[in-house]
């Protein structure tokens, strides 16, 4: 079977495109001598692992200087640093949704076949899909690819925390180059090396990479089966459990203490006897399965009580919001509804419109010179907090009702 992925001729203009600037535009003037030193003292660790010196070369060609703006990310990841409820609302949106179904339909024989030999739930499949590249636009957005090798040396070089991770991951990276699943010039992914429409480390491609479209490459960068089929896999191998959801949202009795009943796992029928019912009212279908309960934003806000594939999910990422994320967006996609109870957030909040809207508007006034996609990130909080010292409001920095209902007023 061969396969070519409607989008690959975006992404291979806009990685060509990213590699200019990069060329011309990205690398300062001059070289960092400590880091060129680095570049070339690392080549006997990557020769122990069989990376020969014509795979060294190449991939490291024109790297001279460590990326800035990788440790800047390195520093603020969202799954860590966010409000449970921003993070939710940033991923899990009615565009994400009718994306999500769109491709569901236009992917649906290669759905299938995933489905019935890896046993993973399409919705699962395309929710990751969704939280990693939304559905690959990020692939072309510009400036969203980077030099693989350069940010991984980056991390190796300057974050102490992530030297280790960073060392195993560049060598990954020279191997699957030297494998010939991708040139020098096409290793190109997130800050942290993530790489293609579902956004493998180089160490995890190694392992879980498939080609299911049979044209004989693991082309997670511009085949939107292989990227799929390997996610698949890596929850495959990783414990996902056929047939089975992630979790339950549970309304907890009076007095449910969480810290009382610790981390560990119970039946879903040992749960229920501590008073923990789902919010539709329907019997737990398995009452023998484990669970451990999850509640992300105190006594007020929902609660859960997560399966096993909630923990295989996080074996993609190892958040707690992430798993969340991708288990309530894959529900939306099956047509369930939002959560029973919201989320404690102290404000009105906006719908997604609603945000594209007020980013508009402070872009209007002067306030904010990002995207306009409807996503709260730091900018935009930013970019609220000072129109808010502006006008006199508390600078809170939430995209409220109250702040929408001010900015209508002034433009």
């Known amino acids: 079977m061969n396969f070519q992925c409607d989008l690959s001729s975006k992404i291979k203009a806009a990685s060509l495109a990213v590699m200019l600037a990069g060329s011309l535009f990205a690398q300062p003037v001059y070289a960092d001598t400590g880091f060129k030193n680095w570049i070339r003292d690392f080549y006997s660790v990557a020769a122990k692992s069989g990376i020969s010196r014509k795979t060294y070369n190449a991939v490291f060609s024109g790297v001279t200087s460590p990326d800035p703006a990788v440790i800047k990310s390195a520093n603020f990841q969202p799954e860590f640093k966010s409000k449970v409820w921003d993070y939710m609302d940033n991923r899990v ?8 179904l769109e491709m569901k339909v236009k992917y649906k024989r290669w759905l299938d076949i995933i489905e019935k030999r890896y046993g993973v739930d399409r919705h699962v499949l395309l929710a990751i899909w969704s939280m990693e590249t939304s559905y690959g636009a990020a692939l072309v957005r510009e400036g969203a690819l980077r030099n693989v090798a350069r940010s991984l040396a980056t991390l190796a070089y300057k974050d102490k925390r992530r030297r280790k991770f960073a060392r195993s991951q560049l060598i990954a990276a020279m191997k699957i180059v030297q494998n010939g699943d991708v040139s020098a ?6 800050w942290a090396g993530a790489m293609g429409h579902t956004q493998f480390i180089p160490t995890s491609y190694l392992t879980w990479a498939q080609d299911i479209d049979g044209d004989g490459r693991r082309n997670i960068w511009e085949s939107v089966p292989d990227a ?7 929850l495959k191998k990783n414990g996902w459990r056929t047939g089975k959801t992630w979790g339950y949202e549970v309304k907890t009795p009076r007095g449910f203490n ?18 923990l019912r789902r919010v539709s009212g329907k019997a737990f279908p398995r009452p023998s399965d484990r669970a451990n309960v999850k509640i992300l934003a105190g006594s007020d806000g929902p609660a859960f009580l997560m399966l ?9 990422n190892n958040a707690d919001k992430y798993a969340l994320a991708v288990g309530h967006l894959a529900d939306r996609l ?15 909040p906006l719908g997604e419109e609603e945000r594209k ?7 209007k006034l002067g306030f904010y010179d990002g995207d306009i996609d409807g996503k709260i990130g730091s900018g935009s909080r930013g970019a609220i907090k000072n129109y808010q010292a502006r006008v006199g409001m508390e600078q809170d920095g939430y995209a409220s009702k109250r702040v929408l209902a001010s900015l209508r007023k002034r433009t």
């Open 334 to 348: 099956r047509g369930f509804g939002p959560f029973v109870v919201d989320w404690p957030r102290g404000y009105i």
């Open 258 to 275: 969480k810290d009382k009943v610790g981390t560990k796992s119970r039946t879903l029928a040992e749960w229920q006897k501590l008073g």
């Open 357 to 363: 809207e007020l980013q508009v508007r402070l872009k």
């Open 308 to 316: 096993k594939n909630f923990f295989v999910l996080k074996s993609y």
């Open 185 to 190: 010039s096409g290793l190109r992914g997130s």
């Open 93 to 100: 949106t009615d565009s994400a949704v009718e994306k999500g």
């Open 228 to 234: 799929l089929a390997s996610a698949a896999n890596l």
